[in-house]
């Protein structure tokens, strides 16, 4: 079992930025596509960007385009999201996720979660 684990949620206000990293086990991390998800209370997990294996392709949801940015450090085996003016409607838990594949694809496609790290925006 890969363990993902997760740092860099808190409370920000809007307009405020965060950066939340994972760390993913050596030996795991440059072979996958990985990527970030968050759930707010009473709504389903959505899909925030994904990442190809090598970097070479990002993906982002609609929402957070122009304002968040995904980056792998291979050598660090680290994935991070870069939250710039965040808004409350951000708020949410985010979770890490490795894809079963090199590239990013749909939820059903991820192989391993980390345990989540809460982000709040406050208005």
């Known amino acids: 079992q890969v363990q993902l684990v997760e740092s860099g949620g808190g409370l920000v206000q809007a307009g405020g930025s965060l950066r939340l990293s994972c760390v993913v086990p050596t030996g795991t991390f440059n072979r996958y596509a990985m990527g970030w998800f968050r759930q707010a209370p009473g709504k389903e997990r959505e899909f925030v960007a994904g990442m190809s294996r090598l970097g070479l392709m990002t993906r982002y949801t609609d929402s957070v385009k122009g304002r968040f940015t995904i980056s792998r450090g291979n050598a660090k085996n680290t994935l991070s999201l870069q939250m710039n003016s965040l808004k409350p409607e951000d708020t949410a838990v985010y979770y890490c996720?490795?894809?079963?594949?090199?590239?990013?694809?749909?939820?059903?496609?991820?192989?391993?979660w980390g345990q989540g790290t809460q982000v709040t925006v406050s208005s």
């Open positions: 996720a490795r894809y079963a594949s090199a590239v990013v694809g749909d939820e059903n496609q991820v192989d391993q």
